[in-house]
């Protein structure tokens, strides 16, 4: 007992630290989403994946109280301390926070396989009306141990990691269905270098908050900066991930962007050798970026809301279709005045989020002919 304690009190300890002491690629919390009727309970699963070994973990879920209340929360993982939980402390609240941490045996074990941290039931209002209902992830974070480490805080370095948020779906004929694409966190005026007057702040913004694109820096975007073969398929990986739920593999690779040229290659949104590997580093043009993008989700997902022409995209050319496909959908468009695509150039990081969020986001595609 006096060992877990002391865990205990030392997770709670390291979790006021500002900086994860070093960074684990990939590391993430999932919560799944799910759907239901006013009156069901639905269950819904917080795990760990690509786990770089971890001994402790805390995180808070939010969600609207007066739709959602939490019934239930359990975990049959006895490597870690049973989950403390009482409905009557739950029936207003708006909040659950999750703590784990390692039951250990003599020796602190670290937990280096993925798995599920807890199953909450959440009860849906009798009276909740027709709608998507966000459960957010926040104020989390994850610890691993260093037994070679001579005071607390250095035992217990943070690990870096995200979390993504989910949903869930009512509808009182049971036919509602959660978006593919939701918010998982929330941007404040992060980057200095992108203003709120600024013709790409809301598509920054947005993307950032659907965690489709990050900084360069803490407080840096870098919009004018041009997008690279390598930074494109990565993004392309991605967004095919998060829509179809597939994992990209990334351990043991040469290069960064191996794993998600790999993924992007096995699910056919390129060909294998489409981009030349001494390429990955090297801009992407406007036109092979509109290849790629106008193939990562199934056709449905590209409805054409308008017929936009664009002046210098003809019918000899090898991006034509699949820059019309995204023009007709209103996820691109030509530049104000000319109507020109130039599919030569090289497109721009802000320019890039547009196509993003417009994926993403539906409500975000320009109709306009």
């Given at each position: 007992m006096k060992k877990i304690s002391v865990i205990l009190a030392v997770l709670m300890l390291v979790s006021t630290l500002a900086l994860p002491a070093f960074a684990a690629d990939g590391a993430s919390f999932t919560v799944s989403s799910g759907a239901g009727k006013p009156g069901d309970t639905v269950s819904v699963t917080v795990a760990i994946k690509n786990n770089p070994g971890i001994v402790g973990?805390?995180?808070?879920?939010?969600?609207?109280?007066?739709?959602?209340?939490?019934?239930?929360?359990?975990?049959?993982?006895?490597?870690?301390?049973?989950?403390?939980?009482?409905?009557?402390?739950?029936e207003n609240a708006s909040k659950i926070t999750l703590v784990r941490a390692v039951a250990p045996l003599g020796e602190i074990p670290i937990i280096k396989d993925d798995f599920t941290i807890a199953t909450l039931g959440f009860k849906i209002a009798d009276t909740a009306a027709d709608?998507?209902?966000?459960?957010?992830?926040?104020?989390?974070?994850?610890?691993?141990?260093?037994?070679?480490?001579?005071?607390?805080?250095?035992?217990?370095p943070y690990v870096d990691v995200t979390a993504g948020s989910a949903a869930i779906a009512v509808s009182k004929d049971g036919t509602a269905t959660v978006p593919k694409f939701l918010a998982s966190r929330t941007y404040a005026n992060n980057f200095t270098d992108v203003p709120e007057?600024?013709?790409?702040?809301?598509?920054?913004?947005?993307?950032?908050?659907?965690?489709?694109?990050?900084?360069?820096?803490?407080?840096?975007?870098?919009?004018?900066?041009?997008f690279t073969v390598a930074q494109a398929l990565t993004a392309a990986a991605n967004i095919h991930k998060a829509y179809t739920g597939?994992?990209?593999?990334?351990?043991?690779?040469?290069?960064?962007?191996?794993?998600?040229?790999?993924?992007?290659?096995?699910?056919?949104?390129?060909?294998?050798?489409?981009?030349?590997?001494?390429?990955?580093?090297?801009?992407?043009s406007r036109g092979d970026m509109a290849v790629v993008f106008a193939n990562i989700l199934p056709e449905n997902e590209y409805t054409a809301i308008r017929e936009k022409a664009l002046s210098d995209?003809?019918?000899?050319?090898?991006?034509?279709?699949?820059?019309?496909?995204?023009?007709?959908?209103?996820?691109?468009?030509?530049?104000?005045?000319?109507?020109?695509?130039?599919?030569?150039?090289?497109?721009?990081?802000?320019?890039?989020?547009?196509?993003?969020?417009?994926?993403?986001?539906?409500?975000?595609?320009?109709?306009?002919?």
């Open positions: 973990m805390q995180m808070d879920l939010t969600f609207d109280a007066s739709v959602l209340t939490v019934v239930s929360c359990t975990s049959s993982d006895t490597r870690f301390l049973p989950v403390p939980f009482d409905a009557k402390n739950y709608g998507v209902y966000e459960i957010k992830a926040e104020n989390f974070s994850a610890y691993t141990y260093d037994a070679a480490a001579t005071d607390a805080k250095q035992a217990f007057n600024a013709w790409f702040y809301t598509y920054v913004k947005t993307a950032y908050e659907y965690a489709l694109a990050n900084g360069t820096g803490k407080t840096t975007f870098s919009p004018d900066n041009t597939k994992t990209i593999d990334t351990a043991g690779a040469a290069n960064w962007f191996d794993p998600y040229v790999s993924y992007c290659v096995a699910n056919g949104i390129i060909k294998e050798g489409q981009f030349a590997a001494d390429k990955m580093n090297q801009p992407i995209i003809t019918d000899d050319m090898a991006c034509a279709a699949a820059v019309r496909k995204l023009a007709n959908a209103g996820i691109v468009g030509g530049d104000a005045g000319t109507g020109k695509f130039r599919p030569e150039d090289g497109i721009k990081r802000s320019e890039a989020c547009v196509i993003f969020t417009r994926i993403a986001a539906s409500a975000m595609r320009d109709a306009t002919k």
